[in-house]
Antibody
Framework: QVQLVQSGAEVKKPGSSVKVSCKAS????????IGWVRQAPGHGLEWMGD????????NYAQKFQGRVTITADESTSIAYMELSSLRSEDTAVYYC???????????????????WGQGTTVTVSS | EIVLTQSPGTLSLSPGERVTLSCRAS???????VVWYQQKPGQAPRLLIH???SRPPGIPDRFSGSGSGTDFTLTISSLDPADSAVYYC?????????FGQGTKVEIK
């Protein structure tokens, strides 16, 4: 049973960067894309991008291009999401998510995210 | 970018009632790759339906999804108090993936 466990809450200053980790356990890591989604307080869900660990291929939402970097370490089964040039509007809960099995994975570009991390709260404040 | 518009914004219904939530896409969603999520306060989203109408094992059969192209629906056949939550539709047919703004379901 696939589980995703994320790193703890962060408080950051405007202009700085944050790096959130997401450790996968209980399933294959390399062949399943991992996506990142954020949710600002009182708002909806926003897809940021994803990575296919086996190819280290990333796909980012245009809104975050140039500010977000998603990486994956196959040796530890950990994915990372780093967001730079933080501003107050980046205050949100950040989630990693993936398909748990081929039931949800059509191909590397199309998959339903059925397993989610617990979320990491990032607060940007001076 | 595909914009997903959900309606209504909020619903307040009694236990046992039938609930229909709508999700309309600004353009056709490739191969109907639409997910419905349920989210309760302080929790991560929970997948209810994928590929527009497929319900995974473990999801109560009172939840069902339908639709194709640009119009998708989540139906709860008989509302349970545990169904109080915000429901989001999500398309993974074309990048960038997008989410609807959510429908809040309240139990009277």
């Amino acid at each position: 049973q696939v589980q995703l466990v994320q790193s703890g809450a962060e408080v950051k200053k405007p202009g700085s960067s944050v790096k959130v980790s997401c450790k996968a356990s209980g399933g294959t890591f390399t062949n399943y894309p991992i996506g990142w989604v954020r949710q600002a307080p009182g708002h909806g869900l926003e897809w940021m991008g994803d990575i296919i660990p086996i190819f280290r291929r990333t796909n980012y939402a245009q809104k975050f291009q140039g500010r977000v970097t998603i990486t994956a370490d196959e040796s530890t089964s950990i994915a990372y999401m780093e967001l730079s040039s933080l501003r107050s509007e980046d205050t949100a809960v950040y989630y990693c998510a993936r398909a748990s099995s081929t039931w949800f994975l059509v191909d590397y570009d199309h998959y339903a995210m059925d397993v989610w991390g617990q979320g990491t709260t990032v607060t940007v404040s001076s | 970018e595909i914009v997903l518009t959900q309606s209504p914004g909020t619903l307040s219904l009694s236990p046992g009632e039938r609930v229909t939530l709508s999700c309309r896409a600004s353009q056709s969603v490739s191969r109907n790759y639409v997910v419905w999520y349920q989210q309760k306060p302080g929790q991560a989203p929970r997948l209810l339906i994928h590929a527009a109408s497929s319900r995974p094992p473990g999801i109560p059969d009172r939840f069902s999804g339908s639709g194709s192209g640009t119009d998708f629906t989540l139906t709860i056949s008989s509302l349970d108090p545990a169904d109080s939550a915000v429901y989001y539709c999500h398309q993974y047919g074309s990048s960038p993936w997008t989410f609807g703004q959510g429908t809040k379901v309240e139990i009277k």
